[in-house]
Structures are given as C-alpha cells and as structure tokens.
C-alpha cells in the first residue's frame, strides 16, 4: 500500500512538472518572461506548488525549450519552418559581411528552436571593438551598443552586445580573438553551445533546399528596403518638430506620436496594423506640415498596408466628423468603411495623447514591438 502511495504521488509530482513546464513555456513564448529561471519560479507561484519543489525538482530549461517548440509549431505551423530559413538566410549575410571576425551562428536560430518574437544571436571573436562598429557603420546598419554586467560564480564581467536593427533583431556578442576555440557551455543543455560557421551555415542551407540559389537569396536581401527602417527614419525628425502649445502642450510631434502609441498598445495590443497607424499618423509633419497626411501617404507608398494606409489618410477627417464639420457626403462614406469605428478610436488617442511628462518609450522599442508582431508572417 505504501509502494503505491508512493508511485502514485510520484506520478502526481510528475504532472505537475510537466505543468510547470507547460506554463514557463507559455510565458516565455508571449514574450511576458525572457528568463527560463524566472519563468519556471513564476509558473511554480501561479500553480500555488512553489513550496513543494527544490531547485532542482523543477523543469530543466531544456523540458521548457520542448515545450516552446511545441507552442511554435501549433500556433505558427509551416510559417515556422519559412521563417527560420529566412533568418537563416538573414544570419549569413550579416555573417559575410563580418567574416573578418569569425563569426558563429548561435542560439535558437542555429539550432531550430525558433519562436515568434526570436532575435538572431551570433558570436564575434576580436579585441577592438572599434573595429567592429566600423564595419557596421560602412554598411549603414542601424544599431545599440551595449556594456552588459554580468554577476555570476561570485565573479563579475562587462559583456559587449550590438544590437543590430533589421529586418529581424540581431544580438552581436563580442569576444576575444583568443576565445574563438573556448568551448562555451550551454544554459539550456549543460553541454557545448551549438554553434555555426558561415561554411556550415551554407551547407546547412543547400541540404535543405538544393535547387535553390543561396547566393541570389542573399542577393535578394541586399536589395530589400526594411521597412521598420524606414519608418525609423520618418520618425527621428519629429523631435525636431515643435507643435503649438495651445494643441499639444506635450511638446514636439515625436513625443505626441509614441503617447498615441502607447495608448493603442494598452487598446489594441496585438493589431499591428492600428498600432502602425497610430505611431506614424504624424510622420508627414517632419517632411511638409503644411500637408502632413499627404506627405506621410507618400513617404509610406508601400510600406504599409491598405488599412493602415486608410487611418492614416482620415485621421484628420475624424476629427471633423467628431466636431461636425464634415459635409453630408464626406460623413456617409467615412461612416460606411469597415474601418469607421477604428478610426474614430485612433481619434481618441490622438486628442488624449497630449499629456506633459507622460511616459514612453524609444522608437526602438516601439518598432521591436511592430517587428514581434510582424515575425508571425515573414512574408509581410
């Protein structure tokens, strides 16, 4: 009797592991956790047994990288498997262009495990940094440089991160020239990292589609306009751009731009399409404010999509719609678009998006933002 007390309240620990797990994977796949310790403690609290499990007793990080894997492929599907190899793709690239510092293809999208919202991780091997952003600069890639402090062992070091902005986000580690032989151990599996050459990247490409034209592919990529890139562009000249304060006592049109966003991030957050609108409905005023919503239309001539496009090119009629003084035919057809009640809402955080010493964020994170909703189409 006691033998089966026993199996049975292993099989119940068992469960409850595999639950734990399935939570921790939940959390990090929604991007609400980056941290597999974290998640693992949190989904523990959530499920009311964190005093039951020791450290140890709980999901190895590999259990929950599993179980992320799981959450890709059912809500992704073959999505998925086209957008891997485009970042791997994307990976080579960048590789090429840094080859002089031995790069090495790391993290989820060496080894598959990808998932919406995935940056692309590389290792670069040299003892100037300079260097490194030289190259960068020459290329006109648009990036962050981050000293990072890392606290671990009872030791502390300073790591070296670029954060390069494209099409997908890329995390640049940078190492001594002498470590490119150290074998570096894996958090998630206590084993040597998985990593990649740009030969065995190439390799790894042609196995999987040999008809296909690997270097036409990157070809392609050199030629491609990113369009968060360009929205980026558009958007760094409205700081520069100070609005009457009688209207916007916020202050410049890029402040009134990210409130507005975050506004409809708090109302919308997932409709990438009305976020959009939100955080460029203004950019026209950087290039001809005496015509903002003609010139946003065709700095954006397609970069975005026809819906975006519409509540970007009333935004203003709303206001006049709300106010009364749209004539009779003008009211009909705005008020027949499908779109009508999504744009009287963007009206609403346009007018509300005017408050002095409210918070934000950079235009960086609002577009990593835009980019992790975008990731679940990379045809987009």
Partial sequence: MGFVSAHAR???DERVRLRIAQLAAQLMYERFETEYFTAKRKAA????????????DLPSNREIRDQILLLA??????KRDARLRDMRVEALRLMRKLRAFCPRLIGSVCTGHIRKGSDIDIHLFSDSEAAVSAVLDQESLEYDLEHKKVRKHGEERVFT??????????????????????VFKSSITGGPIERMGIQELENLLRAEDPA???????????????????YRMLLQ????????PEHHPEGDALYHSLQVFELARKERPYDEEFLTAALLHDVGKGIDPSDHVGAALAALEGAITPRTEFLIAHHMDAQAYREGKLGPRARRRLGESEDFEDLLLLRELDTRGRVSGAFVCEIGEALDYLRSLDAEDPAD
């Fill in 10 to 12: 292993n099989m119940a």
């Fill in 73 to 78: 492929r059912m809500f992704e599907g073959e």
């Fill in 161 to 182: 991160h670029f954060h390069v902005h494209d099409r997908y986000g890329f995390e640049l580690t940078l190492y001594a020239e002498d470590k490119i032989h150290y």
């Fill in 237 to 244: 000249p409205l700081e520069r751009v100070k609005q009457a």
């Fill in 212 to 230: 296909a034209d690997l270097d036409a592919e990157v070809e392609r990529l050199e030629d491609h306009i990113d369009r968060f890139e360009l």
């Fill in 45 to 56: 609290k959530r499920l009311g047994v964190e005093h039951r499990f020791r450290p140890k």
